[in-house]
């Protein structure tokens, strides 16, 4: 897949769209396994092993299952219901492992100054938040084959 004029870059309120869909999706899970964890567990067993249960499924496994969907799909199931996928800015194709993990790493650094760097994706031509560009990656819209 190559980048040309036709390509469509998917702007900042679709991207939000995912986004959310993407949290509600990893609020869901969480709860669930947090759930199913404490069910099964006793109340002295609960106190000791709450902290780390908490930090695994809290921080861990959000950046496990992103960086997994990425590097499998390019994509997020919020990103998948818009037809989007996450490619190379320069050759429109599947970005490499460190582009993702830059990416990721990327989404603090577009946060920390007020959410500025997210914001950018409604201002920047190609739709780039700060984190696509320390990545060297852009979202676009799948191209749709016509029958």
Known sequence: ???DADTEY????????????DTILLLVVSAL???VIYALS?????AHAAYWVEFAIGYVLPVVAVMAL???????????????VIVDARTGGKPS?????IRYLGYFVSTIPLGLGLIWVGIDPRKQGWHDKLARTVVIRRKRTRP
Do not use: C, H, N, Y
Not at 97 to 101: D, G
């Open 1 to 3: 897949m190559s980048l």
């Open 10 to 21: 998917v702007g900042f309120w679709a991207r939000v769209s995912a986004a959310l869909l």
């Open 33 to 35: 396994l947090l759930w």
């Open 42 to 46: 006793d109340w002295e067993q609960r």
């Open 70 to 84: 990425w590097m499998l799909f390019a994509s997020t199931p919020g990103k998948m219901g818009i037809d989007a």
């Open 97 to 101: 492992t460190l582009q993702f993990v």
